[in-house]
């Protein structure tokens, strides 16, 4: 695992020659397809230092990052282009790459807080570097006070542990009576329930994404989104006691909240604004699935934060695609592509299918899991997973019956069809998505 890190960090000395942008790029792919022949190694903890480890989970997140990262750099061909900084680009897109990294292996509690705010700096510097207007400060702003101001309890949690454990080791943590208030279960998990983000503190998401570039929203999508699953994971085993008290109002928040989230969804105009709202309706499961505590909820909340972040980021490089033709992300402007971009029209289906979780991608086995737990909990929940799973499948028609059909733009005459980069860009988001249903223990049978 460390000698994985060191490759990353040698990366940056590379970030100072502009020219050797596609050498990035091919040997982050080279690191990430050697990073993949590692799997049968972590199936418990593998632990190489007081600080760093790995099992499962964490080797599969870390995964997702380096994938991500690197099909970052591909969708950003533009900036390369056009000279627009982009050797500090590299640098800031590897230096994320390395936090995220040190993030989902860090076996200690406090060097996972202090990566985990880390990982926030190069999201900053993306999107007010390269976002497109200049609201985008205020979404900074949003996403700033957000994520730091809900994660300050849960240092004070952190530092609660260590006086009462001794030890912040993630595998040591256990559930004890000395862990057993209100006021520390709260402090432990509303950082997570924000980063994910939960109904009613989601509203940092969408303005986040309509301002960032399309890498800010690919690695926002992608994986910054799962670090809150991923701490729910960690923090829970010490949290049994008040997790089965308080489950049932977080269960119900979440799903009703993304039912809420999907008819908002039907009202947009904005595709990324849609996209980046579909992505807080589908993370409200993943939150009900970890909320319920048992196995097929959480494994399957897993395999569901895998799928989103690769389809979620693949839709989200679909719609820069468009806007880098059309000069707008609006769906009155961008309507009746199929006329235009036929070959493009594929992959917008391939990838709406993905999102409404039509089979064999692995969003469907998230989604099944989820619905089984979910309705085993409790009965009731029946009756809110069927509107937030047919409102879920009438928004991504919705996006995707706009787009694609209807008359053309009359202020629009031509257009490219699209670059080999882009068709080999969709295809590296939509292959893994489709492929990983064949071997699913990676994402299902971890615990």
């Given at each position: 695992?460390?000698?994985?890190?060191?490759?990353?960090?040698?990366?940056?000395?590379?970030?100072?020659?502009?020219?050797?942008?596609?050498?990035?790029?091919?040997?982050?792919?080279?690191?990430?397809?050697?990073?993949?022949?590692?799997?049968?190694?972590?199936?418990?903890?593998?632990?190489?230092?007081?600080?760093?480890?790995?099992?499962?989970?964490?080797?599969?997140?870390?995964?997702?990052?380096?994938?991500?990262?690197?099909?970052?750099?591909?969708?950003?061909?533009?900036?390369f282009r056009l000279g627009y900084f982009s050797g500090f680009f590299l640098f800031v897109i590897i230096f994320l790459t390395i936090m995220l990294y040190c993030t989902f292996g860090s076996v200690s509690l406090l060097s996972f807080y202090v990566f985990f705010e880390s990982s926030l700096i190069p999201t900053l510097f993306l999107i007010l570097g390269w976002g497109y207007q200049?609201?985008?400060?205020?979404?900074?702003?949003?996403?700033?006070?957000?994520?730091?101001?809900?994660?300050?309890?849960?240092?004070?949690?952190?530092?609660?542990?260590?006086?009462?454990?001794?030890?912040?080791?993630?595998?040591?943590?256990?559930?004890?009576?000395?862990?057993?208030?209100?006021?520390?279960?709260?402090?432990?998990?509303?950082?997570?329930?924000?980063?994910?983000?939960?109904?009613?503190?989601?509203?940092?998401?969408?303005?986040?994404?309509?301002?960032?570039?399309?890498?800010?929203?690919?690695?926002?999508?992608?994986?910054?989104?799962?670090?809150?699953?991923?701490?729910?994971?960690?923090?829970?085993?010490?949290?049994?006691?008040?997790?089965?008290?308080?489950?049932?109002?977080?269960?119900?928040?979440?799903?009703?909240?993304?039912?809420?989230?999907?008819?908002?969804?039907?009202?947009?105009?904005?595709?990324?604004?849609?996209?980046?709202?579909?992505?807080?309706?589908?993370?409200?499961?993943?939150?009900?699935?970890?909320?319920?505590?048992?196995?097929?909820?959480?494994?399957?909340?897993?395999?569901?934060?895998?799928?989103?972040?690769?389809?979620?980021?693949?839709?989200?490089?679909?719609?820069?695609?468009?806007?880098?033709?059309?000069?707008?992300?609006?769906?009155?402007?961008?309507?009746?592509?199929?006329?235009?971009?036929?070959?493009?029209?594929?992959?917008?289906?391939?990838?709406?299918?993905?999102?409404?979780?039509?089979?064999?991608?692995?969003?469907?086995?998230?989604?099944?899991?989820?619905?089984?737990?979910?309705?085993?909990?409790?009965?009731?929940?029946?009756?809110?997973?069927?509107?937030?799973?047919?409102?879920?499948?009438?928004?991504?028609?919705?996006?995707?019956?706009?787009?694609?059909?209807?008359?053309?733009?009359?202020?629009?005459?031509?257009?490219?069809?699209?670059?080999?980069?882009?068709?080999?860009?969709?295809?590296?988001?939509?292959?893994?998505?489709?492929?990983?249903?064949?071997?699913?223990?990676?994402?299902?049978?971890?615990?």
């Amino acid at each position: 695992m460390l000698s994985f890190l060191c490759f990353l960090i040698f990366l940056i000395p590379l970030c100072g020659f502009s020219e050797l942008w596609w050498l990035i790029c091919s040997l982050l792919f080279f690191i990430s397809f050697v990073y993949m022949f590692f799997f049968p190694y972590f199936f418990c903890w593998s632990g190489l230092s007081y600080i760093f480890g790995c099992d499962l989970i964490s080797y599969g997140l870390i995964f997702l990052s380096l994938w991500i990262c690197v099909l970052m750099i591909l969708a950003s061909e533009s900036v390369f282009r056009l000279g627009y900084f982009s050797g500090f680009f590299l640098f800031v897109i590897i230096f994320l790459t390395i936090m995220l990294y040190c993030t989902f292996g860090s076996v200690s509690l406090l060097s996972f807080y202090v990566f985990f705010e880390s990982s926030l700096i190069p999201t900053l510097f993306l999107i007010l570097g390269w976002g497109y207007q200049p609201e985008r400060v205020q979404a900074g702003i949003y996403l700033l006070f957000y994520t730091l101001l809900a994660s300050l309890p849960l240092l004070v949690g952190i530092l609660f542990i260590y006086n009462s454990l001794g030890s912040l080791c993630l595998f040591l943590l256990f559930s004890s009576n000395l862990l057993s208030g209100g006021l520390f279960y709260v402090c432990m998990i509303f950082a997570f329930l924000v980063k994910m983000p939960m109904f009613m503190v989601h509203l940092w998401l969408p303005k986040a994404h309509v301002e960032a570039p399309v890498s800010g929203s690919m690695i926002l999508a992608g994986v910054l989104l799962k670090l809150g699953g991923y701490g729910l994971l960690r923090v829970f085993p010490m949290l049994f006691k008040f997790g089965f008290k308080f489950s049932v109002i977080w269960v119900s928040l979440s799903l009703v909240g993304g039912f809420f989230v999907s008819l908002i969804c039907m009202r947009q105009t904005d595709l990324k604004s849609l996209i980046a709202y579909s992505s807080v309706a589908h993370m409200s499961m993943v939150i009900g699935g970890i909320m319920t505590l048992n196995y097929w909820g959480v494994c399957s909340s897993f395999a569901l934060m895998v799928a989103h972040g690769l389809c979620s980021s693949g839709l989200f490089c679909l719609s820069n695609i468009s806007y880098e033709r059309f000069g707008s992300r609006s769906l009155l402007v961008n309507s009746g592509l199929i006329n235009l971009m036929p070959s493009m029209t594929m992959w917008w289906f391939l990838l709406s299918a993905c999102n409404m979780a039509a089979p064999p991608s692995l969003n469907l086995l998230g989604e099944i899991g989820l619905l089984s737990s979910l309705i085993s909990w409790s009965w009731c929940l029946m009756f809110v997973l069927v509107f937030l799973s047919f409102f879920s499948a009438a928004y991504t028609l919705y996006l995707y019956s706009y787009s694609q059909h209807g008359s053309i733009y009359s202020g629009f005459y031509s257009c490219s069809l699209g670059y080999v980069r882009e068709f080999l860009l969709l295809f590296l988001h939509w292959f893994p998505l489709n492929l990983i249903i064949l071997k699913v223990d990676v994402t299902v049978f971890w615990v």
